[in-house]
């Protein structure tokens, strides 16, 4: 990537490449790309400041870090010129009402198991501990009390000390092949087959289902007027920003191919 000019500025090649170290990307390329399109917007909101006579009054946070001049000026500037309206109750209601499952609280399984411990990789050894695990299953199948025994004997999991007990889980404490099974079992419901993960074959029961609850709007209700305005205030930079780039002469990039 050469030199990017906006307007009379020069982004230099020197400071695109120091730019792509705050950028990670799987492509050296969508690095480079993502640091030129972060170092001219930024560009367009100096000038934009500079036109617009604003001055800078640095801040100082709560670790005592002040803020650039250059920093100061983007924040004076975008706090002078974007004005996003307050978000009202029936607005924070119909955000509510429309995203009911985002405020309710996780359903939590108890849950126990017993791991027969083997990897992928090793065919063998991994079949071998599907069909054991296939074995313990009938077996426990026709008597449940065994359970707790096969788990203090055979299992390569720290609870198998516990019975095999894993206490209260909720979605994303364990893999997703875990899940796929456990969350779908009724209470008291030992898995009719093994639950094959990276870790090896597991026979898994539900012992209780504690469904979530929702949460009513009047606990939330601030947290989503604040989520409200500010996804109102990043579309409303988001404008700004595309027409001061429309406004002003980018050779060197190409901003809508990096988006």
């Known amino acids: 990537m050469g030199p990017i000019h906006v307007n009379q500025a020069v982004i230099s090649e020197a400071q695109i490449l120091a730019e792509a170290q705050n950028h990670p990307a799987s492509l050296p390329e969508q690095a480079l790309d993502a640091a030129g399109q972060a ?31 250059e920093d100061a000026l983007i924040r004076a500037l975008l ?6 309206p307050e978000a009202d109750e029936a607005s924070c209601r119909r955000y509510y009402n429309n995203n009911l499952g985002r405020f309710r609280s996780p359903d939590i399984c108890e849950a126990a198991h017993i791991l027969l411990a083997a990897r992928p990789v090793d065919r063998n050894a991994y079949d071998k501990a599907v069909s054991e695990a296939e074995e313990i299953i009938t077996l426990v199948g ?14 390569a999991c720290s609870s198998g000390k516990d019975g095999g007990r894993l206490g209260q889980v909720t979605k994303g404490q364990t893999v997703p092949e875990f899940e ?3 969350f779908e079992l009724e209470e008291g419901q030992l898995c009719p087959v093994p639950v094959r993960t990276a870790f090896g074959a597991h026979i898994l029961r539900l012992d209780r289902k504690i469904a979530g609850r929702q949460i009513p709007f009047e606990v939330v209700a601030e947290k989503i007027g604040t989520y409200l305005e500010t996804a109102s205030w990043r579309r409303a930079v988001a404008q700004y920003i595309q027409i001061l780039a429309g406004q002003a002469k980018i050779d060197g990039i190409d901003l809508e191919a990096c988006e």
Do not use: H, M, N, Y
């Open 180 to 182: 796929t099974f456990l």
């Open 39 to 69: 170092l001219v917007v930024r560009e367009l909101l100096l000038q934009a400041a500079q036109r617009c006579g604003v001055q800078p009054a640095p801040q100082i946070d709560e670790k005592c870090r002040r803020e650039t001049d």
């Open 79 to 84: 706090e002078a010129g974007i004005k996003v």
């Open 142 to 155: 026709r008597d449940p009390t065994l359970f707790e025994r096969f788990a203090r004997e055979r299992s």
